[in-house]
Every structure is written in C-alpha cells, then in structure tokens.
C-alpha cells in the first residue's frame, strides 16, 4: 500500500470496516445510524429489532 493511501484510510467505530477516504466514513455512517440493532455475536446491524432476533435464531442460535 502507497503510504500517501495508508495515511488516509479511516475506520468505523461500529463495524470495524476500513474506508479510503472521510467521505466514504462518513456516508457509511449515515447508512449505519438507520441500524438501530446490533447483534451482539457477529455486530451486524438491523432497523428493527424483529429482524435481530431472526438472525440470532437462524444464524447464531439454530444448530447449537
């Protein structure tokens, strides 16, 4: 990786996804803030909480 490049990646709080640029953060964020539910296993996120709770059960909870 270029060193200019590395100096201007920037990454979520939320999901630890790595982004090139501030803008591109940015517009992430504003996609994410909409994901009120997180999973607490794998951090993924989801508007409503009925949602969550299909993804824990079919994901994370079915075959254990």
């Given at each position: 990786i270029n060193i200019h490049l590395?100096?201007?990646?920037r990454k979520c709080?939320?999901?630890e996804k790595i982004f090139n640029n501030e803008l591109s953060l940015r517009n992430?964020?504003?996609w994410i803030n909409n994901f009120k539910y997180i999973c607490p296993y794998c951090k993924s996120n989801f508007?409503?909480?009925d949602n969550l709770r299909y993804h824990i059960w079919i994901v994370h909870l079915?075959?254990?």
């Amino acid at each position: 990786i270029n060193i200019h490049l590395q100096n201007d990646l920037r990454k979520c709080n939320h999901c630890e996804k790595i982004f090139n640029n501030e803008l591109s953060l940015r517009n992430h964020m504003k996609w994410i803030n909409n994901f009120k539910y997180i999973c607490p296993y794998c951090k993924s996120n989801f508007k409503n909480n009925d949602n969550l709770r299909y993804h824990i059960w079919i994901v994370h909870l079915r075959f254990r």
